[in-house]
């Protein structure tokens, strides 16, 4: 968004018969405006809630859990709803604003499942302490994940 710097506008408001109060307070509103639009960044519980209930799949997949289907189900529809979220929080595009490019894919938050699977098979069957311990390795690999890209875009 181009703007003239304070001065200027202010020179120009002037000269049409506007008081510098009055122009202060209209580049104030139009300043909460642009600051009430800014995109806020996702917070991080959201994207630890996702990388939780990733990481709880994990830990019952190796506790061979007969049910570790409904934590996955959950955590698709989390993860939806989320990518939903990110989606719908822009602003809507006016006529008067330059072209923008739209916000890449996270790819790395899509080939992480695949990089994370792998320790289903590593550790063994059953065990409980592989299985807290490859859920909260997936948790907090995810969660940083996440953030990162979150904060990269």
Not at 46 to 54: D, E, G, H, I, T
Request: proline share 7%; hydrophobic share 50%; aromatic share 10%.
């Amino acid at each position: 968004m181009l703007s003239k710097p304070e001065s200027v506008t202010l020179a120009d408001m002037e000269s049409n018969n506007v008081t510098p109060e009055e122009a202060r307070v209209a580049l104030e509103s139009v300043d909460g405006i642009a600051q009430s639009v800014k995109r806020s960044p996702t917070p991080l519980w959201a994207y630890a809630l996702v990388s939780s209930l990733f990481g709880f799949t994990v830990a019952m997949t190796i506790l061979e859990w007969k049910y570790w289907w409904v934590a996955f189900i959950l955590m698709i529809v989390v993860s939806v709803a989320l990518a939903m979220y990110e989606r719908n929080r822009a602003v809507r595009p006016s006529m008067k604003q330059p072209l923008q490019e739209d916000p890449q894919p996270n790819w790395v938050a899509a080939v992480a499942p695949v990089a994370i699977l792998p320790l289903i098979w590593l550790v063994p069957e059953g065990s409980t302490v592989g299985a807290a311990i490859a859920g909260v390795v997936t948790a907090v690999v995810f969660t940083a994940i996440l953030y990162y890209e979150g904060k990269r875009r």
